[in-house]
């Protein structure tokens, strides 16, 4: 038995802690506490920090009670709470459009809103009321599945610092002057957009993510960049869009990044900023740049070869590099250019700080032997360089292993791994 | 040798030292690197120019036992060494925070008293998952809070819970309740002095001066009238007791509904209550359908009262069901309890304030 004189061991703590606890908790544990004692039925109620999510509701199989459950849970919730709420994140796949979203965000609008986060579920897509335009102090906006119509009167988020828009509905004007119209906006994401044409201005973007089917994109003033992320989905007809075009797209995407630190490219990214004109003499120098990721980069195509060298060559502290392959193997022995290795391939350019390179999905074709070689030659500082054959590549790995072990080093402690899946 | 020629000597071999007071008066040295991981203490030795020696030693705040103090100190000592990995770092945190409820309740306070954020953090942290996923009867027993919250307060969201027709109507049937228990007990206050009056009535003297015809007939029959309905009352009274005390079986308590509702508005219910007496008051002098209304209500009221305990115990035993669920299901607190009152209008029928100002 618990002695009586057994004094309470936490009520009496400050509220700052106390919060710090309830913020640490499931929502639906914090608003339990308001039953423990007197002192702790409304120490949740200040909590500036809300996060609902389909734990809040007893599951069971019934849909609509799920829903109307965690509809009411929301709203109570908000009811009773006190002061300013900072944070509102809402995750679940059970609501889409739902009216009480919308007083949920007529009250959040009201209450001093920072950041938001709205995961809906697939279906109709929400559609997001005005009074969100008129969260002033909000810095960071992530929407799921909604439908995104500024007024014309908005002018933009004025605190904005993080915007990431996935699968949302939204015209192109709209974005762009969005963007435009947040300064200082940090960080950008944009997924599962189609056929977008779009151009970034945002003098302190940071950080960049795309990935979608992009008609276009240009970075017109993104002079901050560090870290960019982009997958380029293409269809046949962007392809062909891609085709008709002359501006050179390199210049277009990279021409004006000069603090980049990362770059990861997926899907389509090398062969986008292959389209164009000829590259010519690139006027920056990426002196930041540190690692680099280009996915699925066709060895067949000289234009994306180009790319590459033209990319790396231009980063003088380039620690890191990964770069995978997608060629088709059946057609790879008789490589044409393969004397550009030879010829014309820059020869007095060393990658003084590269230190770990990785080529993966590797098949062997000439190109990509090529260019292992250029690398091994000129890297005198390497650590590590894994190669991993692709997949499909059964017969041909025991020649890429002759040929490797012929390749001269620049770096007598660079190590070579082979690695079989 | 004196410290400060020792100093002289070999000033690299000597480290340098803070000098620490805690609140029960006791003085420690600590190497200096590690105590200047404390903010306050930096704060302290920077600014104030504290801490140098035994003289001019920290006063720590006072939620810093020497206990907790050496807690503290040792997270400072690990922490503060630069080389340390991530996951050294963890490790270390998992089993620094392995203790009693107690001493983390206690550590959190102090390290927050000296501003020390990680620390504060981790022991968050660590409350947080003691609470989680607990009934608040574990909890309570965890760290002995005081379960002080009257079972009306707990139960509070089914009074402004009026989506459940049953609720409403339960809560609609208490209300009719406590007025009848009101009414009844003015009654008798009144009743009592209408005995009195009556014997001076004006009938008996007229009686008294035409004789006793068919008047005494009136007289007995209202006198007979009375103690019938005194009877009656008498009866229903017990049986409202009888009610009440089949409520007060009931573990939840919902007689306290009740009681509690009466007693927690005592003061508005006292204005109310002196209203409602003269309402009262007036409607009995005035006609005599109230007192009607009191007996009707007489003959439905044993089957309505079978009815509403019933519905109680009914109620009651679905609010003893599983207890998470059922918060789940009424998890809405009022903000303050408005005062609900019910007083008569002029012809009898009940009305229902929210408050005090649709008076």
């Not at chain 1, 960080?187 to 779009?198: G, P, R």
């Not at chain 1, 770990?356 to 260019?371: A, K, L, N, Q």
């Not at chain 2, 007496?277 to 007996?295: A, C, P, Q, S």
Request: glycine content about 4%.
């Amino acid at each position: 038995m618990d002695d009586v004189m057994s004094r309470d061991l936490i009520s009496d703590l400050p509220q700052s802690i106390i919060e710090s606890i309830l913020t640490r908790l499931p929502i639906r544990d914090a608003v339990r506490t308001s039953i423990l004692s007197s002192k702790w039925r409304y120490k949740w109620t200040t909590l500036t920090q809300l996060v609902f999510d389909e734990k809040c509701v007893i599951l069971s199989n019934d849909r609509c009670k799920v829903e109307d459950g965690l509809v009411n849970f929301i709203t109570r919730t908000l009811f009773l709470h006190q002061g300013p709420i900072h944070k509102f994140q809402l995750t679940t796949t059970h609501l889409q459009c739902c009216p009480d979203i919308d007083q949920w965000l007529l009250f959040l609008s009201r209450n001093d809103i920072k950041e938001l986060v709205l995961e809906l579920g697939e279906g109709e897509w929400f559609r997001v009321p005005s009074c969100l335009f008129n969260c002033k102090k909000l810095t960071r906006l992530d929407l799921f599945r909604c439908e995104f119509d500024p007024p014309p009167s908005f002018k933009g988020f004025l605190c904005l610092k993080s915007l990431n828009l996935h699968q949302v509905l939204v015209s192109p004007e709209a974005i762009e002057s969005l963007i435009s119209g947040c300064p200082l906006l940090e960080s950008l994401a944009l997924s599962y957009f189609d056929s977008l044409a779009l151009t970034i201005r945002a003098p302190n973007l940071k950080f960049l993510c795309l990935e979608g089917e992009f008609k276009d994109i240009c970075l017109e003033n993104t002079p901050l960049l560090v870290a960019m992320s982009v997958a380029m989905y293409m269809t046949d007809d962007i392809a062909e869009h891609f085709e008709q075009s002359s501006t050179c797209n390199f210049n277009r995407f990279l021409g004006g990044v000069p603090r980049l630190e990362r770059l990861i490219g997926h899907i389509y990214f090398t062969k986008f900023l292959s389209i164009g004109d000829d590259l010519g003499r690139l006027p920056i120098t990426y002196a930041h740049l540190k690692v680099v990721e280009l996915n699925q980069v066709s060895f067949e195509d000289m234009k994306e070869i180009l790319v590459v060298l033209h990319l790396i060559t231009n980063s003088p502290n380039l620690r890191e590099l990964q770069i995978s392959g997608s060629s088709n193997t059946l057609a790879a022995i008789d490589a044409p250019d393969l004397d550009f290795w030879d010829d014309e391939c820059p020869s007095n350019c060393t990658f003084k700080q590269l230190r770990v390179v990785r080529m993966t999905d590797m098949s062997g074709v000439p190109h990509e032997m090529e260019f292992i070689k250029f690398l091994l030659a000129n890297s005198p500082a390497l650590e590590t360089m894994s190669i991993s054959p692709c997949v499909y590549v059964m017969d041909g790995r025991l020649n890429m292993l002759i040929e490797l072990l012929r390749f001269r080093r620049a770096s007598a402690q660079a190590e070579i791994l082979f690695i079989q899946d | 040798m004196s410290e400060v020629d020792m100093a002289v000597i070999k000033p690299e071999m000597m480290k340098s030292y803070i000098w620490l007071q805690t609140a029960d008066g006791s003085i420690q040295q600590v190497e200096q690197e590690v105590a200047m991981f404390c903010p306050m203490i930096c704060h302290e030795v920077i600014q104030k120019g504290m801490g140098s020696s035994k003289n001019y030693a920290i006063s720590l705040p006072q939620r810093v036992n020497p206990a907790m103090l050496s807690l503290i100190l040792d997270y400072c000592r690990f922490h503060q060494v630069p080389g340390r990995s991530n996951k050294e770092r963890k490790s270390f945190d998992e089993k620094f925070i392995r203790m009693d409820t107690k001493r983390l309740c206690e550590l959190t306070s102090a390290a927050d008293s000296l501003q020390l954020k990680p620390l504060v953090d981790l022991t968050s942290r660590a409350l947080a998952r003691i609470i989680e996923g607990k009934s608040p009867e574990e909890i309570r027993e965890i760290f002995h809070l005081p379960d002080d919250l009257t079972e009306e307060e707990k139960l509070e969201p089914l009074k402004n819970t009026t989506d459940d027709p049953r609720i409403r109507l339960l809560n609609r049937l208490y209300a009719k309740k406590r007025k009848e228990l009101k009414e009844r007990q003015k009654l008798k206050n009144i009743e009592v002095e209408e005995e009195r009056v009556d014997d001076r009535s004006v009938d008996d003297l007229l009686s008294f001066i035409n004789g006793d015809n068919g008047d005494s007939k009136g007289i007995k029959n209202s006198k007979s009238k009375k103690k019938n309905r005194r009877r009656k009352d008498q009866q229903k009274n017990t049986s409202a007791n009888e009610a009440i005390k089949n409520h007060n079986k009931e573990p939840n308590g919902l007689n306290q509904v009740c009681r509690s509702a009466e007693v927690g508005q005592k003061v508005r219910a006292g204005v109310g209550a002196t209203s409602n007496l003269h309402d009262v008051g007036d409607d009995i002098f005035d006609n005599k359908n109230e007192l009607d209304d009191v007996d009707i209500d007489d003959e439905i009221d044993p089957a309505l009262k079978e009815k509403i305990d019933r519905e109680v115990e009914d109620f009651a035993r679905r609010l003893n069901s599983d207890w998470p669920e059922r918060m789940q299901e009424i998890l809405s607190f009022g903000h303050e309890r408005k005062p609900v009152h019910f007083s008569l209008n002029g012809n009898g029928s009940l009305r229902r304030y929210a408050n005090s100002e649709q008076r």
